[in-house]
Nanobody, 131 residues
Framework: RIELVEFGGASVQAGASLQISCEVS????????MAWFRQPPGKEREGVAD????????HYADAVKGRLTISQARGKRTVDLQMNNLKSEDTAMYFC????????????????????????WGQGTQVTVSS
């Protein structure tokens, strides 16, 4: 059974850095697809970063490239999202998601960035950026 619990959300000033984390229970570390999504107030949920734990390959949405970094350190039961140079448009509820690797229509093992085709979801952690 996979359970995901996000933590670390906070209210920060624009330009600040923040790391949020997703604590994972269950065996994902042999090679799962993990992703971070966010849902700004009144908007659709959107994918921002994903990682395939099997080979540590990462993908990012264009809006966050160069500012956000997803990682999963060996020996840790968390998947982290480091966010630098935060902007007011980063204000959102951030969700962690997980799914088993399987061959997808696009030829990869994990959903393409932005796809919500994940089986497991956390409850979210709020990040608020004020300018």
């Amino acid at each position: 059974r996979i359970e995901l619990v996000e933590f670390g959300g906070a209210s920060v000033q624009a330009g600040a850095s923040l790391q949020i984390s997703c604590e994972v229970s269950g065996d994902i570390f042999s090679g799962y697809c993990m992703a971070w999504f966010r849902q700004p107030p009144g908007k659709e949920r959107e994918g921002v970063a994903d990682i395939y734990i099997g080979d540590k390959s990462e993908h990012y949405a264009d809006a966050v490239k160069g500012r956000l970094t997803i990682s999963q350190a060996r020996g840790k039961r968390t998947v982290d999202l480091q966010m630098n140079n935060l902007k007011s448009e980063d204000t959102a509820m951030y969700f962690c998601a997980a799914d088993r690797p399987r061959l997808r229509d696009h030829g990869g093992w994990c959903p393409q960035i932005g796809s919500k085709d994940y089986q497991h979801w956390g409850q979210g952690t709020q990040v608020t950026v004020s300018s």
